[in-house]
């Protein structure tokens, strides 16, 4: 199967400054890749869909100011998280989509994710 | 309307219940569907795809009914460890591929 690795899975930082999360799919590459956000006992909601060489395409009332992304390569999509807030909190979860048979989704483990 | 919804839960059933899900969606150039399973504080992981003639392994069994645009999935003689979060998951071809997850659905099973 497939693998998505998903860096650094625990974070702590203090409010004000910015967390980078690196998203890698290893063993194929993926022109797609999806950025959600999860907060306790809530769905997951998708912040933004990331494209290699594009810009990303944010979903309604995500600031792309504040969470920045990048897909620099086949393989690496970045997360950043600026000037953080403790309302920032959650758990972050990319995944990236195998192109082929199917277009299959392959999640990462998710990054947990707490402002001071 | 949402593209993908799903049934609202959670679902209680005791162990060796059967249960079902059914997750609908509008768009008609959905072209492939997946149903995952998340645990609690976990990242999903895919559970199976969902072929048009439609698809088991062991007890979990996936179907895909084109004309009343839905996907379902069954799951016989339910375990505790069944407990998680099911989600459905759309593919719709619209030029380019555009993905789209369903919120989900709790399933507890009970001793």
């Known amino acids: 199967g497939a693998v998505v690795s998903q860096h650094p899975s625990r974070v702590i930082c203090k409010s004000g400054t910015s967390v980078k999360i690196e998203c890698r799919s290893l063993d194929f590459q993926a022109t797609t890749m999806f950025w959600y956000r999860q907060f306790p006992k809530q769905s997951l909601m998708l912040m933004a869909t990331s494209n290699e060489g594009s810009k990303a395409t944010y979903e309604q009332g995500v600031e792309k100011d504040k969470f920045l992304i990048n897909h620099a390569s086949l393989t690496l999509s970045t997360l950043t998280v600026t000037s953080a807030h403790p309302e920032d909190s959650s758990f972050y979860i990319c995944?990236?989509?195998?192109?082929?048979?199917?277009?299959?989704?392959?999640f990462g483990e998710g990054s947990w994710l707490t402002v001071v | 309307r949402k593209e993908v919804e799903q049934d609202p839960g959670p679902f209680n059933v005791p162990e060796g219940a059967t249960v079902a899900f059914n997750c609908t969606y509008s768009?008609?150039?959905?072209?492939?569907f997946f149903w995952y399973r998340q645990d609690c504080r976990k990242e999903p992981k895919l559970l199976m795809s969902v072929y048009s003639s439609g698809n088991e392994d062991g007890r979990f069994t996936a179907q895909l009914n084109r004309a009343s645009q839905y996907i379902s999935l069954l799951i016989r003689d339910s375990k505790l460890s069944d407990s998680a979060t099911y989600l459905c998951v759309v593919n719709i071809r619209t030029g380019g591929f555009k993905t789209i997850f369903g919120a989900g659905t709790r399933l507890f099973v009970k001793a």
């Open positions: 768009n008609s150039a959905s072209q492939s």
């Open positions: 995944s990236a989509r195998k192109e082929g048979a199917g277009n299959t989704i392959y």
